[in-house]
């Protein structure tokens, strides 16, 4: 199939690129690595008057470091290009080891850590990453620019904080916790397909090997990435024993109310959650113990 008509727009920088989203607002679509838009296009669920192609901005493609450790990447940062940085690896070895989750390497060629986050599907892994990384998202507009919580920035299917004249540029990690456990689980129906149901989590101990924080985030079973709260207050306090790992597992389970689709039934997917936080917890409490932590 093919998109109905539009007006295109090539711009070469920012200032050019916020002065077309000033003018055209909400009848425009940023077309960054295309891998959701142009298809959404073709299939005609989505007819925007105006494309604004960002491909040729190069000050939006980098990674860098922080000054006080962590790093930031631009917007159209390819994902192939975070999964290959020395930097990411260094700085965040769940990050890396996640981008590989992603799609099929050709879409991670051309996916951008930008387009990802702003097309805000539930199933996908980034947005869940940001917001258990506590990550902050730089939106620029015209006249200025604010920053946002990734956990403000995601509002529901596909949905963002985003206004029709701002563009999402820069995603920022804070400085990563060497001494904590991670881990993420997925589940699809192929390699490279959405996660029917995904999980991401950390792990935190105190100078008594019990646990002192944990951070359990949720995706493809809800609108938007979703944190439980209360499995992670669950294990606070506790020496993360089978028993407390399997509490914290009911807990997510029975804290789901995910839709069904024709992938998954609700049932199937609050089940996998619950098997997929228990996995998960344990091989970031394994990685507690190998780095001798634990």
Not at 146 to 175: G, N
């Amino acid at each position: 199939m093919k998109p109905p008509s539009f007006e295109f727009h090539s711009p070469q920088n920012l200032p050019e690129t916020l002065e077309l989203l000033k003018r055209y607002g909400s009848d425009a679509k940023i077309l960054a690595g295309g891998q959701s838009l142009m298809p959404l296009m073709n299939l005609r669920l989505v007819r925007p008057k105006v494309i604004i192609d960002i491909n040729r901005i190069a000050e939006l493609a980098y990674i860098n470091a922080a000054a006080g450790g962590g790093f930031a990447t631009g917007a159209l940062t390819r994902h192939r290009a975070l999964e290959r940085s020395g930097l990411v690896h260094e700085q965040n070895p769940l990050l890396a080891a996640a981008l590989p989750l992603i799609g099929h390497i050709q879409i991670r060629n051309r996916g951008t850590i930008g387009g990802s986050l702003a097309h805000a599907d539930p199933a996908a892994e980034l947005p869940a990453l940001a917001v258990l990384l506590e990550a902050e998202f730089v939106l620029c507009r015209f006249n200025g620019q604010r920053v946002i919580q990734a956990k403000d920035f995601f509002q529901s299917y596909w949905a963002t904080a985003l206004e029709p004249t701002e563009l999402l540029t820069e995603i920022r990690f804070s400085v990563w916790n060497r001494q904590c456990g991670w881990a993420i689980q997925e589940i699809s129906r192929r390699q490279g397909d959405f996660a029917m149901a995904g999980v991401a989590t950390l792990l935190m101990l105190n100078g008594h090997n019990t646990c002192e924080n944990a951070r359990i985030v949720l995706f493809g079973v809800g609108a938007t990435p979703v944190r439980i709260e209360k499995a992670e207050a669950a294990l606070q306090g506790t020496r993360l024993h089978s028993r407390d790992l399997t509490e914290a597992a009911r807990v997510v389970s029975e804290g789901l109310d995910p839709d069904s689709d024709v992938h998954a039934s609700s049932a199937y997917r609050k089940e996998v959650a619950g098997v997929l936080t228990r996995r998960a917890l344990e091989a970031a409490q394994q990685r507690l113990v190998e780095a001798n932590v634990a």
